[in-house]
């Protein structure tokens, strides 16, 4: 009896613990030293709300729940109190973290109390378009669970072929439980996701006002957290049709093996319309172009005032960097449709064939930017600091933990192929980061030999070259991360053959590797979404004096 009240206690101690941290460290941004509670102190602190609460929110361990796996190895949830489990954890944690962002506001500290003698509404600080395309998205998970439940539950079959000589498909397959089980289970995650979304909504409104802010800007601050709270809660809304189609979408594995899943694709496209769906902005925090605007003197250009540059060939690859990310997507996506979700190999194909893209993309850019705008007659200027040591550092790490763990990986599956015999993951790795290497070769050489610009600005054509250098190390970063989590996914069962002792069994190095994977691939897409302009300071100075080549 003691042990079953220990197990709670301690499945909660993790979750508490985390709250503490994350209360902890909004409390420290926001009476962050020089801060003073300022209103960018209190800006900071909204963001950092809305980027942990994006990240407590995914859904990727309950994606193919209500599936039943053909290999009973599998980890799979298959018990509705498993696929609760595994739907209400993320659900609690990113509203937890919205409230807790409202909690963690200092309180008054002068002997006056601010206040208002008006009544705060949650309508008073709704962002109707946004909160409308929220409640559209919600009804569309409704849908998608309501067809869910109207699925039967099939069983796992092997795979079988037609007998030599007869013409048929390929049948067999994973199985999945019944619809009205998983049914049950997703819209009780909708309803929780829904009544939490109207709590914290009215803990926003209802919390007091800041001292640091008129009353004007209290209540941007308010539809500031209510945006950034309806973005996240219609990610995980559209998560969870995700997970309702891709249960529905499995066909029986006796009749057929083909499926696809298109909500996925549209739970892609909501990812990106919320990630860009920017909150409004305080009137004391002035906005990044005007910073950069004050920070620059007139005249000199560098990689951080591009956007403010008037030339074409500025806006040509300013522009570029925003089709980078479809060049990225798009055929991103299209891949791993056609891979399938059981490809072990999925995230090492998929991402050097994403990475591929934008390179042959950034050459495009440059040789569109030579042809339009080089002169065979203005003078080459090559930056002083061509890439970004922020950016540098990134790619140097990624090259060695690939490289690490790679050799990792190949001694591990050698220990498993003298036993069973095992396919060589490591080798798909490795012509992957080849084939990305040898894109990167002429992007750079692109950059390097493109003519000179003419124009007014001496420091501009330095400028786009280092913006494209650190595009292109950027995007290898990023690739390297990605592969090397990718590698410790598929490969964990060879890490833990090789790293497994009486001590630490090699069940727990698996797990521990699989969960670094995740790691690495989300560091990986976050690094891909930063600015180039983000990484490391850049002087004025240095564009405007750097070495000039002749023109040729």
Not at 444 to 461: C, E, K, M, Y
Request: glycine residues 10%; positive net charge.
């Amino acid at each position: 009896m003691q042990l079953q009240f220990e197990l709670p206690a301690m499945a909660l101690l993790g979750p508490l613990l985390a709250a503490v941290g994350i209360y902890g460290l909004l409390r420290w941004v926001v009476w962050a030293p020089g801060g003073g509670n300022s209103p960018k102190s209190v800006s900071d602190h909204a963001l950092w709300v809305g980027v942990i609460g994006w990240l407590a929110s995914t859904l990727q361990g309950a994606a193919n729940a209500g599936i039943i796996p053909l290999n009973p190895q599998t980890p799979s949830l298959q018990q509705p109190g498993d696929i609760l489990g595994a739907l209400a954890w993320p659900i609690a944690g990113c509203l937890g973290v919205h409230a807790l962002g409202q909690l963690s506001y200092p309180g008054p500290r002068s002997s006056r109390r601010l206040a208002t003698l008006a009544v705060r509404r949650v309508r008073d600080f709704l962002p109707r378009k946004l909160a409308w395309t929220t409640l559209g998205i919600f009804a569309t998970s409704a849908a998608a669970i309501a067809w869910a439940a109207m699925q039967p539950a099939y069983r796992a079959l092997p795979y079988t072929s037609p007998p030599y000589g007869e013409a048929g498909p390929l049948v067999g397959g994973d199985g999945r439980i019944a619809g009205t089980e998983l049914a049950v289970c997703l819209a009780a995650a909708l309803l929780l996701l829904a009544a939490g979304t109207l709590l914290v909504l009215w803990l926003i409104s209802r919390r007091r006002q800041l001292e640091a802010l008129d009353a004007g800007d209290n209540v941007l601050l308010r539809t500031m957290a209510m945006n950034r709270l309806l973005r996240t809660v219609s990610t995980v809304a559209a998560g969870l049709a995700s997970i309702a189609a891709n249960y529905a979408a499995r066909p029986d594995p006796a009749v057929a093996t083909e499926w696809i899943n298109p909500v996925g694709l549209v739970a892609i496209v909501v990812l990106f319309v919320m990630w860009l769906w920017q909150p409004p902005r305080l009137a004391g925090v002035p906005n990044r172009k005007t910073r950069v605007r004050r920070a620059s003197p007139s005249g000199q250009k560098n990689v951080r005032n591009l956007r403010g540059e008037k030339h074409p060939g500025a806006a040509l690859s300013v522009s570029l960097g925003a089709l980078l990310a479809l060049a990225a997507v798009a055929p991103g996506v299209a891949v791993l449709f056609f891979l399938g979700t059981t490809n072990p190999a999925r995230a090492t194909v998929v991402s050097a064939v994403m990475a591929v893209c934008v390179l042959l993309a950034i050459l495009a850019g440059e040789l569109l930017l030579a042809r339009n705008y080089g002169d065979t007659s203005a003078v080459r200027r090559w930056p002083v600091q061509p890439v970004a040591p922020g950016l540098l550092t990134a790619a140097i790490i990624g090259t060695l933990v690939l490289a690490v763990v790679m050799v990792m990986t190949a001694v591990g599956e050698a220990a498993l192929r003298s036993g069973t015999p095992v396919a060589p993951g490591w080798i798909t790795t490795a012509v992957a980061a080849a084939a990305v290497a040898i894109t990167a070769v002429p992007a750079t050489l692109a950059v390097r030999r493109r003519r000179g610009i003419v124009t007014s600005d001496d420091g501009l054509d330095a400028a786009l070259r280092a913006v494209t250098l650190n595009r292109i190390v950027r995007t290898l970063a990023a690739f390297l991360l990605a592969q090397a989590g990718g590698l410790l996914i598929s490969g964990s069962r060879a890490l833990g053959a090789l790293l497994g002792m009486q001590t630490v069994p090699a069940e727990a190095w698996e797990g521990a590797a699989a969960a670094t994977g995740y790691v690495l691939l989300a560091a990986a897409a976050v690094l891909s979404l930063i600015r180039v302009t983000a990484f490391g300071p850049r002087s004025a100075q240095a564009a405007r004096h750097a070495p000039v080549e002749p023109a040729r």
